[in-house]
């Protein structure tokens, strides 16, 4: 490592150059993924870091080759594509521009490089993708489904389908694709495929329905085999909101699923869903993501996913009458089991065994047990315990989160849920035959398998709890969709929330995919006016909330700002005009929107307070910001995508909404009408005030900071006050609103015991009591988005808007709050970067890595 040092007055700087033996490339990937198979895109976006043991090396040229074989690959022959040598720094979203790929073809590719040195990088290792069913015409497979009847009303036994094949020639390659309408998991030859949960994961389903694509080569035998197919209710059927109840989607679970075979003298055989398959039901007897699941092991059946099983009982299966046009390939990380946590406490108490797992998680309880045949395990899951140490479910609302195993009986049985998961950290087990030891019990934590891209740590320990628990907020809620909770009878997809915290998330996880795949499903149930639901998917059918639809634009723009993937705002470009097109509809001619349905600042300071009126503020002011805002973010697309007229036409109209916006709530002593902290941080954030009335309304802005000496905003001020009190020089205030400990502020909670985000400042009072149940999540990111502030401004690792996705990086921290030290790392699409500091009397010690 070659390390620079820097001696000013009382500063020394330590930058760190990343290096490697020499000039080599690596980390090469395929639309965010390393040899991605199943994809539908045919142009997708090549990648690759570049590493070099000199000191100021950057990329000058690349050149890229592809073929359909390595080995042509490899000596330069039969390309299907060659970039030639382009002159650019750019080593990342580099588009495809080659053959156009068919169904099922693999592409193998790599490149080189030169940098501006002169130097020459050999040939990259090679990477490659595999296309998935691009031709919907190759989806030869039928939709199936049991022929039995079932009560749509409430929730049924899991349909098991299962087919025997034979395979009569050595197997060289063999690919499943399938998907349902429910979910599914798949067995073959009596072993589980993947490792994926919840697929084939939540969409807008109407439009779009995902599949899945696996390898399973290694699962077949030559000679007879069999795959098994288990369904369960998921978001397609089974309760969901609290508008319409269960059958959101439809009512009649299905499958589909296609095996293709290559034998080893390059012919193929294709096994596929079809009336020729066998139906029954087994141990899962209901089955419910909010609800929980009762499985019966007495129902077992045995070896029901191999060759030889005995089906004779089972029943037929029947064509569903069910569309393939809007299958499309996985999008998103899939939802895995990523942590495994053991009870730090086990307690006897008479209605059970009281669990502790030490984490607010989500998930569920894997539990060992040895009874009698019929012996009824129960399992119900909360968050918090009571002022009294008891278990406190009231803030679940409707859902029983509950869990129930009836035991076979005989040797120890292991048991855990298949389609539904819970939110919790207490778990209160009944009819536990025996001790329960924490040898039996296991905590196995999903979410969404987002690659980790950032860490945060300072010398405040509670501080570094916060953090903490922005990053398990985030796990909690990242479960196919952004959710707002994973708890109670929600955990839907909310717009609001979604927003306000991308920022942070792109700090922490690699969210690029998990956005993208979200944003098609929000364009895809936004209305025909431009309206954006409340909720993606959309299962409430209402929408058009500021600072919730305007997700459409702030998180893309978020995207492209940490990725500098120009993609995403390309492919959301229209779904952005019509949100702008939508307000600019309801705002009418005078450019103020008022009037209509917002949740304007939600769960502003103290608004249920009898004896004061709370940190209110006007809707309508509200919705003219965002209005003003999200329009000025079009113009900036605009013009990166090189649209010059709609940049000028959305530029004058948000310069325009900006001047009625003063002219409606500044008035003439410079005060906004609504005189709070969330008011004077939107206008000076979304930079709607002149230079004037820019520093009254930062006067303001800081005097209210102080004269209160904590925050009062919701969830739409506090993602951006701490960063507004940066920009106006009183970082001061900033650092003491994030080292306040007392009610309300972010350290509250860490005090009381949080280990995520809370919904509610004060969700849990200092006397242990609970504010409202019907609204108090104790696992709920969205006020976890002053991470964004932590990352920049505490540690000082920034983007450049100008050359995005870290092409240019901003090195700025601002020490202060009393902290002594802070770093923080951040995988960039470039490589990783690192900005740490100690201050120590009055020398500032600063490291920073860079790409």
């Known amino acids: 490592m070659k390390i620079h040092k820097l001696f000013l007055t009382n500063l020394l700087l330590t930058l760190t150059i990343s290096l490697s033996a020499q000039l080599q490339i690596g980390s090469l990937t395929t639309d965010y993924k390393t040899n991605p198979i199943g994809i539908d895109n045919p142009t997708p976006k090549l990648s690759w870091i570049i590493q070099s043991d000199q000191s100021n090396t950057m990329q000058a040229s690349y050149e890229i080759r592809a073929a359909l074989d ?82 749509i009303k409430k929730s049924n036994p899991s349909p098991y389908l299962r087919k025997e094949f034979t395979l009569g020639k050595a197997i060289t390659r063999a690919r499943l694709y399938i998907s349902a309408q429910g979910l599914y998991q798949v067995e073959v030859n009596g072993l589980r495929v993947g490792s994926q949960e919840f697929t084939p994961g939540w969409t807008s389903y109407e439009t779009r329905l995902q599949y899945q694509t696996y390898d399973i080569t290694s699962n077949l035998v030559q000679n007879k085999n069999a795959i098994g197919i288990v369904l369960g209710d998921g978001w397609f059927r089974g309760n969901l909101g609290w508008i319409d109840g269960r059958n959101n989607y439809g009512e009649r679970l299905a499958a589909i699923a296609q095996i293709i075979v290559e034998y080893s003298d390059g012919s193929k055989i294709m096994i596929s869903t079809d009336e020729s398959w066998k139906a029954t039901t087994g141990p899962i007897l209901e089955s419910d993501i909010y609800n929980g699941e009762v499985y019966d092991a007495n129902k077992e059946l045995t070896g029901w996913s191999k060759a030889g099983y005995d089906d004779g009982a089972w029943e037929e299966t029947r064509k569903a009458d069910i569309s393939k046009e809007n299958l499309i390939s996985s999008e998103g990380p899939p939802v895995k089991i990523v942590n495994e946590l053991v009870p730090i406490s086990i307690e006897k108490r008479e209605e059970g065994w009281l669990v502790d797992m030490g984490q607010n998680m989500v998930g569920w309880i894997q539990i060992k047990a040895s009874g009698m045949s019929g012996d009824a395990i129960t399992l119900r899951h909360a968050e918090v315990l009571d002022k009294d140490g008891n278990m406190y479910y009231d803030n679940l609302r409707a859902a029983k989160c509950t869990n129930t195993f009836l035991l076979k009986g005989g040797e120890e049985e292991t048991f855990e849920p298949h389609f539904t998961f819970q939110g919790f950290r207490y778990v209160m087990v009944a009819g536990y035959p025996g001790e329960l030891t924490a040898a039996n019990i296991m905590g196995m934590v999903i979410h969404s398998a987002m690659e980790p891209a950032g860490t945060f740590v300072c010398s405040d320990p509670l501080i570094n709890q916060l953090q903490h628990n922005i990053v398990w907020g985030l796990k909690g809620n990242f479960l196919d969709v952004p959710t707002d909770c994973p708890q109670r009878d929600e955990r839907l997809g909310w717009t609001g929330d979604a927003q306000v915290f991308a920022p942070t998330a792109c700090f922490n996880v690699d969210a690029a995919t998990f956005y993208t795949k979200w944003l098609r499903d929000l364009e895809a149930d936004q209305d025909e006016d431009g309206s954006i639901p409340h909720v993606v998917p959309n299962v409430l059918g209402h929408g058009g909330a500021t600072g919730w639809a305007d997700a459409g634009i702030t998180i893309p723009w978020a995207i492209y700002l940490d990725y500098g993937d120009v993609s995403v705002l390309e492919n959301q470009y229209e779904s952005m005009k019509q949100w702008i097109a939508y307000m600019k509809q309801r705002a009418g001619e005078d450019l103020i929107w008022e009037g209509d349905s917002h949740f304007g600042d939600w769960l502003s300071f103290a608004s249920t307070r009898s004896d004061y009126m709370g940190a209110y503020t006007l809707k309508d002011l509200i919705a003219t910001a965002y209005y003003a805002y999200s329009s000025s973010i079009v113009a900036k697309v605009a013009d990166i995508l090189g649209n010059e007229t709609d940049a000028t036409y959305y530029q004058q109209l948000s310069e325009k909404v900006g001047l009625a916006f003063n002219k409606e709530f500044v008035t003439s002593t410079g005060r906004l009408v609504s005189h709070t902290q969330t008011a004077y941080t939107l206008a000076l954030a979304f930079d709607l005030l002149d230079e004037e009335t820019a520093g009254k309304g930062a006067a303001h802005l800081a005097k209210d900071v102080e004269q209160f000496g904590h925050i009062t905003t919701g969830f739409l001020g506090t993602p951006l006050i701490s960063l507004t009190l940066t920009d106006i020089d009183r970082n001061d205030l900033a650092y003491m609103l994030l080292n306040r400990k007392a009610y309300p502020s972010w350290l509250y909670p860490v005090t009381m015991g949080a280990t995520t985000i809370w919904e509610r400042w004060d969700g849990q009072k200092p006397d242990s009591t609970f504010q409202n149940p019907g609204m108090n999540s104790f696992n709920h990111y969205a006020y976890g988005a002053i991470g964004k502030w932590m990352y920049e401004v505490v540690a000082g690792i920034g983007i450049d808007e100008q050359n995005p996705g870290y092409k240019h990086i901003i090195i700025n921290p601002r020490p202060g709050g009393g902290l002594s030290s802070a770093r923080a790392t951040h995988q960039s699409m470039y490589g990783e970067i690192s900005s740490g500091w100690e201050l120590e009397e009055e020398k500032l010690t600063m490291k920073v890595k860079i790409p």
């Open 70 to 151: 390595p080995a042509d690959l490899a000596k330069g022959r039969k390309q299907i594509w060659s970039s030639g040598k382009v002159l650019s720094s750019q080593s990342v979203h580099i588009k495809y521009d080659g053959q156009v790929p068919l169904s099922f073809q693999r592409v193998y590719w790599q490149v080189r490089v030169e940098d501006n040195h002169g130097k020459k990088s050999k040939w990259s290792d090679p990477a490659f993708w595999e296309m998935g069913i691009v031709d919907k015409a190759a989806w030869e497979a039928d939709w199936i489904t049991p022929t039995w009847e079932e009560d």
